[in-house]
């Protein structure tokens, strides 16, 4: 298991920005909203990794807000030993 402080990987001056989750909790995030194109599909597949402690199994449906844009939380999956979640976005 990672024993080093996760907030180090959330650092701002990398590739973190601040995000404001269920409309009052000042959290951050990476973010990235890639565009994708496939089987005749084609759109952005917002996606955003965070501490599992800033958004529990409860964080499904609740907003996270980067930037000007308010997205809900579709899904969320833990990654690697579960210190860090990949949510699964969606503008509502």
């Not at 989750?21 to 952005?44: L, P, S």
């Amino acid at each position: 298991m990672l024993t080093e402080d996760p907030d180090i990987f959330l650092s701002t001056a990398e590739f973190a920005v601040d995000a404001t989750y269920d409309g009052a909790t000042a959290v951050r995030v990476i973010f990235d909203n890639a565009y994708m194109e496939g089987v005749g599909i084609a759109g952005t597949n917002p996606v955003a990794t965070g501490k599992a402690s800033d958004f529990p199994a409860a964080a499904v449906g609740k907003t996270l807000a980067i930037g000007a844009v308010n997205y809900v939380i579709k899904n969320r999956q833990p990654v690697d030993d579960g210190l860090f979640v990949l949510l699964q976005l969606e503008v509502p």
